[in-house]
């Protein structure tokens, strides 16, 4: 596609739930990243892929918190045990090459809502 | 630890215009990269603008400059002959290592 496509837009879960969130890159891309963004504030880093390497999960708020990238280009998100402060717009971000790798370009996000 | 503070929560400008938003940041870094993105209703974060810490000229792209301060650790983002279209919450953004940070961004609204 022409660019970084998440999916779904919206998900609303139960508190306890599991979800999953879908990050397709641009095609090539080398490098992945997912931030989380909270209402009124600027995203923060969770996690990093070079290709399907997860070379930094620094900023993964809790092992409920797990990212993979199998095969190196679609990336999935994971959510266990939903809990209310999970609660905001996750974004994910592509990136050329691993030296441009702060060239970056983002999805439009998928919006959570934990009830 | 790396910090980036935009202190201007809301910020308007009227159509055509000049407006300049602030942002400072905190690091202890030599080799690093600042940007500022656009974030529309949309929620889809556009670049606007990047500047390499090494480079003294100060990058610009159309209607759109900034202000790099290294020494200050300052980069504020010039708005020139604003448009609606301009309308958008702005994210200063710093770049090191594997890492993003950015500030909890500025509200531009372009008035008619």
């Known amino acids: 596609g022409a660019g970084v496509s998440q999916s779904p837009r919206y998900k609303v879960a139960k508190r306890g739930q599991d979800v999953a969130l879908r990050c397709d890159p641009i095609s090539g891309h080398v490098s992945l990243f997912w931030y989380q963004q909270a209402l009124g504030q600027g995203p923060e880093f969770l996690t990093y892929f070079q290709n399907e390497a997860q070379l930094d999960k620094s900023g993964l708020p809790s092992d409920r918190f797990f990212a993979e990238r199998p095969e190196g280009s679609v990336s999935t998100l994971k959510i266990q045990r939903t809990q209310q402060e999970d609660s905001a717009v996750y974004l994910c971000?592509?990136?050329?090459?691993?030296?441009?790798?702060?060239?970056?370009?983002f999805g439009a996000g998928t919006r959570l809502s934990v009830l | 630890a790396q910090t980036v503070t935009q202190s201007q929560p809301e910020m308007s400008v009227q159509e055509a215009e000049t407006v300049t938003l602030s942002c400072t940041y905190d690091t202890s870094e030599s080799n690093y990269y600042l940007f500022w993105y656009k974030q529309p209703p949309s929620r889809q974060m556009i670049l606007v603008i990047r500047q390499e810490a090494y480079k003294q000229q100060n990058a610009t792209e159309n209607r759109f400059s900034v202000n790099f301060q290294k020494a200050a650790k300052s980069f504020s983002l010039k708005i020139s002959d604003s448009q609606l279209g301009d309308t958008a919450m702005y994210f200063c953004a710093f770049a090191t290592g594997n890492q993003f940070y950015f500030g909890t961004g500025t509200s531009l609204t372009v008035i008619p």
């Open positions: 971000a592509s990136s050329p090459s691993a030296v441009l790798k702060n060239i970056q370009y």
